[in-house]
């Protein structure tokens, strides 16, 4: 995000102009209040649904009583610098106040969470990052920025990109995965797709990446819980993705809810004015999570809310999300002294910057001919990309004796109730698709001329019905039991503390396999899995999980053959939930896992990942030879041949991995340095080549200083973080 010096000279303008009242209104952010109808807080009601004490049906009942407040005075007055409103009817309304109405005509700027697509749902982050493929990461995201632009969403709260090595925490479904290579590669394409498209006002906007920082290191898999890590694992997993953002240009970044070493996000003046803006050049603002500065008081780090919010501000929390602390607290925070008028300055310079840079002074509103016609039917192209996101994030996890791809003409008894729910397909923090457009795997497969008779049985909460699956077992040729979570099984404040498959579903599992017929499994999950006994007994898993609207057409097309399988994992699969955090890149230990007792083991499950970072088949093999590894100048150069030994074409993604061998802190068994992926028809071989700069091959100390030492390195090229050629290098830098 850069600005002209005539934005610059403008906002700096626009800022000696403003009030107090009115700066301080720039940095707060409303939702809709919902008011009537009810005797509590309004989120208080959601706790008591949430909580059991009423059901979702009282819950619609009270609702239908109830109103909005938009908070159109306070706009009025210059007391509301943004919104989260999903109506761009509505959105159009309020920035006619803004502008119209108030006295300097200050636009809002309206977010919305669009983590992984907005009508048109995509596969959710974790499955579209088993594609490795950079182009789809930026074309979803820039298709994800024109459709939110036109219901006047002009700052998406995405990508999310936190690093996550344990399942057992909701939100891993939210980011791409374990890996801070490919996270920094997803996160810099996922900024260019939503920001760079400048061709019109109406095809970018602010992105919003989150959530800084470390969050996906809660303890125990626990959302919203405490994090305490060493500096140099926090540089060297959970910062690159963030700076990789800031280098791509991000606008915004949402502070994390977590405290990292005993100091929440939140008030983290180090994490939020040190690293983000001063080091890693933020020029745009840093927005709480929702009620996060509130949230403070109870971590126990402020006294009240008055307390919190002097805090936030100091550490260099621009925008307050919902909690009107800012609002109630700050002017008189500043007229004693306390907060700076600097700091308030510097908050509201920053939020109208991106204001500026997004064109909103020129554009505040959506043209009606432009909400219309995203009102209607999804665009061809916009179909077209949903399903082809959806076919490239599959991951073929295990195919024993070519069950897959299914002949044509095979009869199949479709089994498990997530197969015609199409209601499922799209996941965790989809917010505005329409049932309309969503293919359940059902439909999908009669859509493609598949001869299948459905059997529901049962899902992952309820029974199951086994009667059904003895049915099922006499109708069919082939068996396709389509079992995991629903989507209400994954995501935020969705943490569990078992991951295997939820409900009797390895029951109805064991059930069909005693019928002596070939059963594919297919996935439907937001998280990875715990599946050491459906490894050990289903011949086929393909790991589908939540593919956006067009699921039921990627999948139909994977078990048929019209496409084939090429995706590789995002985040490792552990056997046993026990094994949580799970993760290919883990430090060298003195005492390596092994089959000997005193090494660094488990007595009763198995020591490594079940499914490793990068693994995925395909309906054809690939062989790796000749790797040859060569330095040059400032770079090594790195060459392998890679061949196509099998019967049709198919796409492979090549890894490179490295590992410094002996360095000044123990250094990871293995980190991504690069991949590529290559399409080859049968019998075709090709060279395969990357480039590893040096300067790239270093990494950050406990001081947070980056480190490059001569010695030994070693290169790995291959088909996943486990099936690997190695070659040795000794370097001096």
């Known amino acids: ?112 969470d669009v983590i992984h697509g907005f009508r048109s749902v995509f596969p959710i982050a974790i499955a579209e990052a088993c594609s490795f493929d950079d182009a789809l990461f930026e074309e979803t995201a820039r298709m994800a920025a024109a459709e939110s632009r036109a219901h006047g969403i002009n700052w998406n709260f995405a990508p999310m990109i936190d690093a996550a090595r344990d399942s057992r925490w909701g939100r891993v479904s939210e980011g791409p995965g374990e890996d801070p290579f490919l996270g920094s590669r997803f996160a810099r394409a996922k900024i260019r797709g939503l920001q760079n498209d400048r061709s019109s006002p109406l095809n970018y906007v602010a992105a919003c990446t989150k959530h800084y920082v470390a969050y996906g290191a809660c303890e125990s898999g626990r959302d919203y819980n405490t994090v305490s890590m060493s500096v140099s694992n926090l540089y060297n997993v959970y910062l690159p993705a963030f700076r990789a953002a800031m280098d791509e240009g991000a606008a915004t970044v949402m502070a994390a809810f977590n405290d990292l070493n005993g100091v929440p996000c939140t008030v983290n003046r180090w994490l939020l004015r040190e690293v983000l803006k001063k080091d890693f050049g933020l020029e745009g603002f840093v927005v709480s999570d929702a009620n996060a500065i509130r949230e403070c008081v109870t971590h126990g780090i402020a006294a009240d809310d008055r307390d919190a919010g002097v805090q936030a501000a100091l550490a260099g929390m621009d925008m307050d999300m919902g909690t009107h602390i800012y609002k109630d607290f700050l002017k008189a925070e500043v007229e004693k002294g306390t907060v700076p008028m600097t700091v308030i300055d510097e908050a509201v310079r920053r939020i109208l910057s991106v204001k500026v840079w997004l064109g909103l002074f020129e554009n505040p509103y959506v043209p009606e001919a432009l909400i219309e016609a995203y009102e209607k039917s999804l665009p061809e192209k916009h179909v077209a990309l949903c399903r082809r996101a959806a076919e490239e994030s599959m991951v073929l996890l295990k195919n024993e004796g070519g069950i897959l791809p299914l002949r044509r003409g095979q009869k199949i008894s479709l089994v498990g109730r997530l197969a015609d729910d199409a209601n499922e397909v799209c996941g965790a923090w989809a917010m505005a698709w329409k049932p309309e457009d969503c293919v359940s795997i059902l439909t999908g497969l009669k859509e493609a001329g598949a001869d299948v008779c459905y059997y529901p049985c049962g899902g992952p909460e309820g ?125 060298s230990t003195g005492r390596p896992g092994s089959k000997s007792k005193f090494t660094s083991r488990y007595l009763d499950a198995p020591w490594d990942s079940l499914f490793p970072f990068g693994h995925g088949l395909s309906y054809t093999s690939f062989t790796y030879e000749d790797l040859r590894v060569g330095e040059r100048g400032e770079e090594l150069e790195i060459a392998i041949r890679l061949k196509n030994t099998g019967e049709r074409e198919g796409t492979e993604i090549a890894q490179l991995y490295m590992q410094d061998v002996t360095a000044s802190l123990v250094r990871p068994v293995k980190e991504l340095k690069d991949y590529c992926r290559v399409t080859l028809s049968p019998g075709e071989e090709r060279e395969i080549r990357f480039t590893l700069k040096k300067k790239d091959m270093g990494f950050y100390d406990n001081a947070g200083r980056y480190l490059l030492e001569d010695g030994l390195f070693r290169l790995f090229v291959g088909t996943s973080s486990r099936d690997c050629l190695m070659q040795e290098i000794e370097l001096k830098f």
Request: proline fraction near 5%; charged fraction near 25%.
């Open 1 to 112: 995000m850069k600005l002209t010096q005539e934005q610059k000279s403008f906002v700096e303008d626009l800022l000696s102009r403003m009030t107090l009242d009115e700066k301080i209104g720039q940095m707060n952010q409303e939702s809709p209040s919902i008011v009537g109808g009810f005797d509590v807080p309004f989120s208080e009601l959601i706790e008591m649904m949430t909580d059991g004490r009423i059901s979702q049906e009282e819950f619609g009942r009270i609702m239908a009583n109830a109103t909005q407040d938009f908070h159109e005075d306070e706009i009025r007055a210059g007391l509301v610098g943004s919104m989260m409103v999903n109506d761009p009817r509505k959105n159009n309304e309020l920035q006619k106040i803004a502008v119209e109405e108030s006295r300097l005509g200050i636009p809002l700027i309206i977010g919305f």
């Open 463 to 587: 029974d199951i019905n086994l009667e059904e699956a003895d049915r099922a077992c006499l109708e069919g040729d082939v068996i396709v039991a389509v079992v995991g979570e629903t989507d209400a099984m994954s995501g935020e404040a969705s943490s569990k503390a078992e991951i295997s498959l939820p409900g009797g579903q390895r029951a109805l599992l064991e059930r069909l396999l005693q019928s002596g017929k070939p059963v594919v499994t297919v996935l439907m999950n937001g998280r990875p899995l715990a599946l050491g006994w459906e490894a050990e007994h289903m011949p086929a898993i393909l790991e589908a999980w939540h593919l956006g609207i067009r699921m039921g057409d990627a999948v139909a097309a994977a078990l048929l053959g019209d496409v084939n399988p090429a995706g590789k994992l995002s985040s490792s699969f552990p056997s046993v939930t026990g094994q949580c955090p799970v993760y290919y890149n883990h430090p």
